[in-house]
């Protein structure tokens, strides 16, 4: 199951006297639970930008007390928060991206294509622009880049000049009128494989409206900065873009970067970080058995091995 084989990719480093877990992407604290649970000295630092993932969150870790820091923040704020807490290394550091279960399941936010919803989508419900915004003001070779770059949508240029088209009649409010006009805008024979058409659209308008790509570029050098000697990171990410970052993230640290054949590395040249997992790692049977939504996930974990 995924949480225990997180959690055992994090543990040489958790089991650390005065061990801190920064949970970057907290969610309703499943994760964190498990590891609270599992080693009684740990000190958990948890972050979301959700307000009410931290609330619930809250509720769900209150008998663990005084172990539990729990913040309001986007994971590439981590410097910022780790400085106010005096905490200028930890242990554990685990990113699980993407949109959360709870997020799914609340037709509200309108994250999915298959109940009709207002086109939201903002992680954090409080701030910033929604899908609908994007829809409606984006002009056209804007929308071709957001599909294209973020959902790596073949069909991006059709669907981006009918959303055009479409807006002149009425402003896009809900799910269902766009998930019809992709699945037009999508020729028959393409929309027969790979699950819904809408899929990969409705991606890469969660990621422009929530900067997911930028907030984790920014966050996984700090991340890794923030690694204590032996300290462990664990991501999880769900789709080829985000696993695509972290896997170059990671190889910076691990593959030295000098010329082949040089018969000594320089000291300043020799990587830092140990990879853990051998590529990438995904749900085994008994894991997609009960979560299908884990289908799509990519683990990958690396240590700090040197300063």
């Known amino acids: ?38 080693f009684p000295n740990l000190h958990l630092v948890g972050l979301d930008r959700d307000n009410e993932a931290i609330e619930l969150s809250r509720e769900r870790l209150a008998g663990f007390g005084e172990r539990i820091t729990l913040l309001h923040a986007v994971y590439d704020e981590l410097p910022e928060v780790l400085d106010s807490l005096g905490l200028p290394r930890v242990q554990g550091i685990l990113f699980d991206l993407g949109v959360s279960s709870m997020q799914l399941d609340e037709i509200s936010r309108g994250f999915s294509y298959a109940n009709n919803a207002p086109l939201d989508m903002r992680m954090d419900a409080s701030t910033g622009i929604t899908a609908a915004d994007v829809l409606n003001t984006y002009d056209e070779k804007q929308l071709v880049r957001v599909l294209r770059t973020y959902g790596e949508e073949k069909f991006a240029g059709r669907i981006a000049a009918k959303i055009v088209a479409g807006r002149v009649n009425a402003p896009f409010t809900n799910s269902t009128r766009l998930v019809d006009l992709i699945r037009d805008a999508i020729p028959a024979p393409a929309r027969r494989t790979g699950g819904n058409p809408a899929k990969r659209t409705f991606q890469a308008l969660r990621i422009e409206v929530n900067g997911e790509l930028e907030a984790l570029r920014a ?21 080829s873009l985000e696993d695509r970052m972290v896997k170059q993230a990671f190889a910076q640290g691990a593959h030295p970067d000098v010329p082949r054949g040089l018969p000594v590395i320089p000291d300043n040249l020799m990587p830092w970080l140990h990879l853990l997992t051998r590529g990438a790692e995904t749900a085994d049977e008994a894991e997609l058995a009960s979560n299908p939504r884990s289908a799509s996930v990519r683990i990958r974990a690396a240590e700090r091995v040197a300063a």
């Open 1 to 38: 199951m995924l949480p225990e084989r997180v959690i055992a990719l994090l543990a040489p480093a958790l089991a650390a006297p005065g061990a801190v877990l920064v949970d970057a992407t907290l969610g309703l604290g499943g994760h964190a639970e498990f590891a609270l649970q599992r």
């Open 219 to 239: 966050a996984l050098p700090a991340a890794l900065d923030a690694l204590c000697l032996g300290g462990r990171i664990v991501v999880m990410s769900y789709q």
